[in-house]
């Protein structure tokens, strides 16, 4: 699990807010980064270290100091949010799940550990803004899931190379694609044709979530477009490669995130 497609994001959505603001969505997006770190490339015991930061988070809540200088930056933002530990504590669990899993038999399972690893950060950044309705955060999760998977898209080969496959077994099998067809320099017909359904896919889910730009108000709104804007980006970059994932790099630029985020503040509906 990663936090790369917010880190890309984070630049543009950050320069439009306040100082107060950005200091809040640095120290989660630091505490994100830290955990997937561990999860990815800890060269020690991932499970036991992670674990270890479990127990530091705690002490947030349970009134104590902890001891890693990113979570004690984090405490100050929490104890001035009064947010919740629930999603700070899911992405450890994605990152201990990653220790375990890396393959996901159905498209149900995938959606499952995107619960875990991508739509905590959305509600997180509701709750900074004070803005964690039921209606915002369900449109949250569909956004982040969204993004999760545009980035699992975007990094087929990569993940494949690190021992993982996130794209669904039972799809795999649908389209006739093996393992092994990841491995290549460029992608197949087959690749082509299952990449371009699960593209859409998301796309689709990213669609449904962007309503959530209209319920939000103030600096949360913008801060929250900055997100959906770089997940339509990255469709589009993703459309131009025509399926093969393993042959290009389908990243979008700043510039084009920036137009984007313009015409979603612009814009009183849904834009697609």
Known sequence: MRTRENAENFPVA???LPRQH????HAIYAYARMVDEIGDAYTGDRTARLR???ADLGTIWSGGQPSDAIVRKLALTVRERGMS???FERLIEANLLDQVVSRYETFDDLRGYCALSADP???MVLEIFGQATPEAIARSDQVCTALQLLEHWQDVGEDRRAGRVYLPQEDLRRYGVSERD???SSAGRRLRELMRFEIERAAGLLGEGTAIVQHLQGWGRISVAGFVAG?????SALRR???DVLDRSARPSQLTTAIRILGLLASRRSVR
């Open 14 to 16: 950050l320069r439009f």
């Open 22 to 25: 950005r200091d809040d969505l």
């Open 52 to 54: 270890e930061v479990a």
């Open 85 to 87: 530990a629930e999603p």
């Open 121 to 123: 950060v959305g509600r």
């Open 182 to 184: 990841l491995d290549q």
């Open 231 to 235: 997940g339509q980006a990255t469709v």
């Open 241 to 243: 490669a025509d399926g």
